[in-house]
């Protein structure tokens, strides 16, 4: 069964959110709070709050296999000046990991961005997700080390980079 990426529109909004709900519980539940998931996933991943993002500029790839969704990526250039582009949202269904689906999203982002002018990427992961493990393998190193108010929240994480 291979992989399959494609860049997202609009009419796989609904999709996104979907995958975002499947993946964020699983992915979360041990380090942050339940009140905390559901503020995050109403806040990002709604259908509406994924549609302002698309304006916004964020591109969406989906990661489908057997043409099943599997994973998504976000990103977007967020300093035109140093280059640097920022992958907002990386998520695979935990049934994907493993599998080089998260490798071939961020390869994908890479290559997307690098062809826009990019030369550098970066990213937020908590500092308790043991996704910053698998960021370290695939070439990123932590840049910075932030504790950031969020609502009535503070999300606890690090600032990754990879030179692309």
């Not at 999203?105 to 961005?113: I, M, P």
């Amino acid at each position: 069964m291979s992989l399959q990426i494609r860049k997202a529109s609009l009419e796989d909004i609904p999709v996104i959110s979907r995958l975002a709900e499947e993946i964020w519980w699983p992915t979360y539940r041990d380090f942050i709070s339940e009140d905390q998931i559901r503020f995050m996933l109403k806040e990002m991943y709604s259908a509406e709050a994924l549609e302002k993002q698309l304006e916004e500029g964020v591109t969406f790839l989906m990661a489908l296999r057997a043409d099943i969704p599997v994973g998504f990526a976000g990103f977007s250039q967020t300093d035109e000046a140093e280059q640097i582009f920022k992958l907002h949202k990386l998520y695979v269904l935990p049934s994907e990991q493993g599998k080089g689906t998260g490798k071939a999203l961020v390869d994908e982002v890479s290559r997307l961005a690098k062809a826009d002018g990019g030369k550098m990427l970066e990213l937020n992961v908590n500092r308790g997700n043991k996704a910053q493990y698998f960021y370290k393998k695939i070439g990123f190193d932590i840049h910075q080390t932030l504790d950031i108010p969020y609502h009535h929240f503070v999300l606890n994480d690090y600032v990754m980079r990879k030179n692309l």
